[in-house]
């Protein structure tokens, strides 16, 4: 394992000094690509410090101060210069600072960060990946554009600063800042960083480990946050036309480094440090994020004992973990399918029994209603027989007394005053009436 690597002397040229050169021309037939996030309020100058920034003019609208919610908008563009091909992102924060409730405003910026080391993770993961021609849309720097108040930071600077600090390179900048005089400029300088570093916020700090640029670079952190002024209008001054920012009082050059800190931002994001923000944002925030996600799904480089996990292990034990969990679902929807048709089917014989209990006793009050019906009619008839007996018997007397007047006319009326003195005959004779 600690085998000696033994250094040998080279008899001739062999030609792999070449290699630093075969990488460059690789890399420049690939192309660049390099996206930068603007955030700052709403009219603080993003647009014209990106038109300033790259000497050109980018298609740009204004944005409105009644945006709901605060929302990225990417604009791609292809630059070149000399013979390199960059692909620019700018991505605005349209909104900014607009919403009177500005709590949740960090959020879209860092759902969208995310959502681009998301996609680059899903690449990644593919069986057939294509990182090679891949449209890598990872935010590599993000420059936070502070109001010249000369105040301090506000509170939405520190907690988006702070929320986006493990994702995103931070360079803070002052816009606007021939609006703030000399003095000023400089106690603003020294309070932002004070409150930077007591609020625990980590910038982005220019590297100082490559020797080349260790000096400038040091000597740069110092002037941090940079203090800018954007402008493409072109002004003569002298008898030369610079860019720069007229006034009734005088003329502020946007090149000039005692007016401000444009060209050490130029020179710091674009001409020195673009690379180590490239990587950065690979080797450092897009590598967190990557940790973290498959952590999240499960994955681990060591087991319980510290011993080195392989991803097959780790897929083998999240399929067998997962097999498991689906056995055990499985198992509860029979068990809960059983119990909910035992549920039903008792339900259903409840139901049944009731019917039953009412089919009886609509039965028995029915069979009592016919019962006494059928004792009413068993009445009824009777008291018919026994009219028509009575029916009978006086018209057999009637028809007695008629025989009986026409043999005796003398013995008429007695027989008469006897027939109206009968009063039960009378009486069912009325009461029949009248039923
Ligand atoms: P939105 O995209 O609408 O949020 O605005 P923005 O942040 O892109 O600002 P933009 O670049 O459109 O500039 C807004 C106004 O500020 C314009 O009138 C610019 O001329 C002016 N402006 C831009 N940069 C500076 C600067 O450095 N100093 C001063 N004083 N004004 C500036
Ligand atoms: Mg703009």
């Known amino acids: 394992m600690n085998e000696e690597k033994r250094n040998l002397s080279l008899g001739g040229h062999v030609g792999f000094d070449s290699l630093p050169d075969q990488l460059v021309s690789k890399s420049v037939t690939q192309g660049f690509s390099f996206n930068i996030l603007c955030v700052g309020e709403t009219g603080i100058g993003k647009s014209t410090l990106m038109n300033t920034l790259f000497n050109t003019t980018f298609e740009t609208e204004e944005a409105s101060h009644y945006e709901n919610a605060v929302r990225l908008r990417p604009r791609t563009y292809d630059l070149q210069e000399s013979n390199v091909h960059l692909k620019l992102t700018i991505v605005d924060a349209v909104g900014f600072g607009d919403q009177i409730n500005k709590d949740e405003s960090y959020r879209p910026v860092v759902d969208y960060i995310d959502t681009q080391f998301e996609n680059y993770l899903q690449e990644e993961l593919k069986i057939r990946r294509s990182l090679f021609n891949y449209h890598d849309t990872r935010i590599h720097v993000c420059l936070y554009f502070i109001t010249p108040t000369g105040h301090s930071l506000k509170s939405l ?83 030369k036309l610079v860019r720069a920012r007229q006034y009734p009082w005088g003329v502020v050059q946007v090149e000039n480094e005692s007016h401000c800190d444009f060209v050490k931002l130029r020179e710091m994001l674009i001409r020195v440090n673009m690379e180590d923000l490239r990587e950065q944002t690979h080797t450092r925030h897009y590598e967190l994020y990557r940790r973290c996600k498959l952590e999240e799904m499960g994955f681990k480089d060591t087991d319980p004992d510290s011993q080195p996990f392989s991803l097959q292990e780790t897929y083998e ?93 003398l013995k008429k009326d007695k027989d008469k005053k006897n027939f109206f003195s009968l009063p039960s005959a009378c009486s069912i004779t009325s009461g029949r009436h009248v039923n």
């Open 157 to 239: 600077d520190l907690v988006t600063m702070k929320k986006l600090d493990s994702k995103v390179n931070i360079i803070p900048i002052i816009a606007k800042a021939d609006t703030i005089s000399k003095s000023e400029l400089h106690k603003f300088k020294i309070k932002i960083m004070s409150e930077l570093v007591s609020n625990g916020v980590q910038i982005y700090q220019f590297p100082t480990d490559d020797e080349a640029v260790a000096e400038i670079n040091s000597v740069m952190n110092a002037h941090l946050p940079f203090a800018v002024v954007g402008s493409t209008e072109e002004v003569k001054v002298g008898n």
């Open 317 to 409: 034990t999240k399929r067998k973990e997962f097999l498991g969990e689906l056995q055990k679902k499985e198992e509860e929807m029979r068990q809960m399918f059983v119990n909910k048709v035992k549920e039903t089917e008792s339900e259903l014989k409840e139901k049944e029994r009731e019917l039953h209990e009412k089919f009886e006793h609509l039965k028995r009050i029915h069979q009592e209603e016919k019962r006494k019906v059928e004792e009413k009619r068993r009445e009824l008839e009777e008291e018919m027989n026994a009219f028509n007996k009575r029916k009978l018997a006086v018209e057999t007397l009637q028809s007695q007394s008629l025989q009986a007047t026409s043999q005796q006319p």
